[in-house]
């Protein structure tokens, strides 16, 4: 099984609010990312854990707070974002970093930020 | 610098025709390189990878590429084109601390 799901499929929230995107996979991969999606755009980086710890953070604003909890779920959470925060937010995993192991991808969360 | 640099924006093709989509890269060492295709409103789905072991690499849904370090070249192709091959399609080259680095990305337009 090479899937990683992740919810809600669509967020629409206000510059005010809080929420949170989720991600899981279950291969047993030790590496997963966030990256965003604008469109028309390819995805760019935001950030990687290894392990369930932070390893890169592509210099994105404060108000994406990432969080590992385990090795199968990846959280963003999402903190009084601006409407150019507006993008397809994809999560990704692979077996570890550092190597040139495939990254598999999420369907992604559209968000929409009025 | 490791890049990729996807030549054509846009491609169009008839359906059961051949389908050939560019993509050249930039780096110093012997690269890693993907293929992606995404699907309107979907995420991404690897297509096929290239780590020096054949330089023709087979992917799923009958498309491969062909690794052409003279040229730097990674296009990617298949035979006879399908309806459903309508997507968008990223290169990627993997960068040190396991980045990908993707291209603009290439629209294909399957007509029937």
């Known amino acids: ?114 | 610098a490791q890049s990729v640099t996807q030549l054509d924006s846009h491609v169009s093709v008839s359906e059961g025709t051949p389908v050939l989509l560019r993509c050249n890269y930039s780096s110093s060492y012997s690269p890693s390189l993907f293929w992606y295709v995404q699907h309107p409103n979907k995420g991404l789905q690897l297509l096929l990878k290239y780590t020096s072991a054949a330089t023709l690499v087979k992917g799923i849904n009958g498309f491969e590429a062909e690794f052409k370090k003279s040229e730097t070249s990674f296009h990617l192709t298949k035979p006879s084109a399908h309806m459903s091959d309508a997507a968008e399609y990223f290169c990627a080259l993997f960068k040190y601390g396991n980045k990908l680095v993707f291209g603009a990305g290439t629209i294909l337009r399957v007509k029937s």
């Open chain 1, 1 to 114: 099984d090479t899937e990683v799901t992740q919810t809600p499929k669509h967020l629409v929230m206000g510059m005010t609010n809080k929420k949170s995107l989720k991600c899981e996979q279950h291969m047993g991969h030790r590496a997963m990312y966030w990256y965003k999606q604008k469109a028309k755009k390819p995805p760019e980086l935001m950030f990687v854990y290894s392990y369930e710890k932070l390893s890169i953070n592509e210099s994105v604003p404060s108000r994406f707070s990432p969080e590992c909890p385990n090795s199968s779920l990846l959280n963003l959470h999402l903190h009084a974002l601006q409407p150019e925060d507006s993008a397809l937010y994809l999560c990704a995993s692979s077996q570890q970093q550092g190597t040139d192991d495939e990254q598999y991808f999420g369907p992604g969360t559209r968000l929409t930020v009025t």
